[in-house]
């Protein structure tokens, strides 16, 4: 049986009148990704800071929370010690070139300095950053940025790797880098928790994913589970004012219909079908594509901003 | 599994450490445009002392000469400044705009452990502080060898007040202009009042016991007596002053700090 690393039981947590989590459970297994997926103020950030402290859970539930086998309300210091935390916002201390800002953090670990420069460097290697060595921090780009506080939470080596939308605004390649970087990780047997608004990083890293939605947990499972057990394989595309005037086909009887906005989709299991409906519209004009974890996401938390957007 | 009793994480004193040591290596980056303001300032005050004002103040103060009572008045007022300052903005800054605290507190140090790490580098600031004017009033022949080497200590104390107060204000300022209000109408009195530039015996009666209660007389006084090694048995009265203000304000300074690095 798999080790777990994080167990999380019906914890809540109330900001005044809002209930940023509710009644959340859920467990991490060593060495896998745990993605939560959700839109904006939907717990997750709150969620996982209550995993290492920065966050108090709501005292009166009945909730536990356990990571490494420790409760972060008495033993918060043993979490961090074995865990590293990538913030969503750049907190980098700008006065320092890219070598003391780790260089500073080793302390907090009380890192022997022989190990700490060795470690330095080979984690600058390891994130392509070793050019970068002697550079001011507002010289970096965003992306370098975040492979250094990516660099940062890893210099003792954690068993917990901790990233809150770690490449949101990032270009097309650096995130894939990161994405690499996290399998190679993973690989070398950490453990990896990550937030994200992005279907196919969720898609491509994480083995499981629980979708929150208002801090409550909607669905969770595999990538593949959730696309397969929460939505049709297929999607057309169109707009809303082509829909109008196909609507009354007999085609349209074997497909799920979704509207939001000026598009309608049409959602089916059989290609053929969609194929056949799509015969009936303008060229140029639809879009036939495989299902996506998007199309799960938006039908579990809605199509429309909800007021903590 | 990891459950074990062997402890993890690094001992109370090496955390403590590392944050101070973050805020001496940021200090340290622009070391040139930070260290000289503490020598220049008081050369600055001296000169205008010495070549202006000085000439019309021919009366002795507390048995000294005019620029010694204020040089040695310096010396504790450079340390509040200092800590006043590095805790109130500065704090404020790394709190909500670089948000340096949550970085910091993803690694092995609690809230607790970052606040009086914090409060030991305003001391830090002001042992300093004290230091630099220390060395300009030896060099101008105004206090001696080797009592002012005291003064810094002072500093620190002095350091580790404002520290600690300015912490506690911060915890409940909401924009960085309210700031203003402290330092205007606290801090600024008080470097008036306080016994730098006339004895507090001057003062009207009725605001003498207010000036007792201010933290930056019972330094002013301790720091005078260690320059002129004058140990009257009063001073006792400041020192518990010092000590008890420094305990108790710190303690209300990271009870309500605390709610705000960790919510």
């Known amino acids: 049986m798999s080790t777990k690393v994080i167990t999380v039981r019906d914890v809540s947590k109330t900001f005044g009148r809002v209930h940023a989590v509710c009644d959340l459970s859920f467990e991490v297994e060593e060495a896998t990704c745990f993605g939560f997926l959700g839109p904006n103020g939907a717990g997750k950030t709150t969620m996982m800071k209550m995993l290492y402290a920065k966050c108090r859970r709501d005292e009166n539930c009945d909730g536990t929370i356990s990571v490494f086998g420790f409760d972060p309300r008495a033993h918060q210091l043993e979490i961090k010690y074995l865990s590293g935390v990538v913030p969503q916002d750049n ?3 700008e006065e320092l070139n890219v070598v003391q800002n780790l260089t500073i953090y080793s302390k907090f670990y009380d890192m022997p300095s022989v190990r700490t420069n060795k470690r330095i460097d080979s984690l600058l290697d390891f994130l ?3 050019d970068k060595r002697e550079s001011k921090i507002r010289e970096l780009s965003g992306g370098m940025k975040r492979r250094l506080l990516i660099a940062r939470a890893l210099i003792n080596n954690p068993r917990l790797l901790i990233l809150d939308e770690p490449t949101t605004g990032l270009d097309p390649q650096v995130r894939r880098l990161i994405w690499d970087k996290l399998g190679q990780l993973k690989k070398d047997g950490t453990t990896i928790l990550l937030t994200t608004h992005y279907m196919e990083e969720a898609f491509q890293i994480c083995d499981k994913l629980l979708i929150m939605h208002k801090g409550r947990k909607i669905m969770q499972g595999t990538p593949r589970n959730l696309l397969s057990e929460n939505t049709e394989a297929y999607v057309l595309e ?7 005037k196909i609507r009354d086909s007999y085609l349209l009887n074997h497909t799920r219909l979704e509207e939001s906005g000026e598009t309608a989709r049409l959602f089916s299991d059989d290609m053929d079908t969609l194929k056949a409906v799509s015969d009936l519209l303008k060229v140029g004009c639809f879009h036939l594509r495989q299902s996506n974890l998007e199309d799960v996401f938006l039908k579990a938390t809605g199509r429309r901003l909800n007021d903590r957007q | 599994m990891t459950g074990s009793n062997t402890k993890l994480y690094p001992p109370l004193h090496k955390r403590l450490y590392s944050v101070w040591y973050r805020h001496v290596r940021v200090y340290a980056k622009y070391l040139l445009s930070n260290a000289l303001p503490p020598f220049l300032e008081p050369l600055i005050f001296l000169a205008a002392i010495g070549l202006g004002l000085g000439k019309y103040i021919t009366k002795s103060m507390e048995g000294m000469r005019y620029i010694e009572y204020l040089g040695t008045g310096l010396l504790a007022t450079t340390a509040m ?4 300052y590095e805790c109130s903005f500065g704090t404020f800054i790394r709190l909500e705009r670089q948000k340096v605290y949550n ?5 092995p140090i609690t809230a607790n452990n970052l606040i009086i790490g914090e409060i030991i580098w305003a001391g830090t600031k002001g042992f300093f502080y004290a230091f630099s004017v220390a060395v300009v009033l030896v060099a101008f022949g105004i206090v001696h060898l080797p009592y002012c080497l005291g003064a810094p200590l002072v500093g620190f104390a002095t350091g580790v007040m404002f520290g600690a107060l300015s912490l506690l204000v911060t915890s409940f300022v909401k924009t960085i202009n309210h700031f203003s209000f402290y330092f205007t109408g606290f801090i600024s009195p008080m470097f008036f009042f306080s016994g ?5 015996s001057s003062l009207p009666r009725f605001l ?6 201010m933290p930056l007389t019972h330094s002013v006084r301790l720091v005078r007596a260690v320059c002129t090694n004058n140990y009257r048995p009063q001073l006792a009265a400041d020192l518990l002053y ?4 420094m305990v108790v304000v710190s303690f209300f300074a990271a009870k309500r700090l605390r709610t705000r690095l960790v919510n």
């Open chain 1, 91 to 93: 907190n980098l201390d």
């Open chain 2, 196 to 200: 730098v530039f006339f004895p507090v």
């Open chain 2, 208 to 213: 003498q016991p207010v000036v007792e209660l």
């Open chain 1, 238 to 244: 169109l707009p809303r004012i082509e829909y109008i």
């Open chain 1, 128 to 130: 392509e950053l070793a």
């Open chain 2, 81 to 84: 400044f200092t800590a006043a």
């Open chain 2, 242 to 245: 010092v000590v008890v203000f």
């Open chain 2, 103 to 107: 970085g910091m507190l993803a690694a």
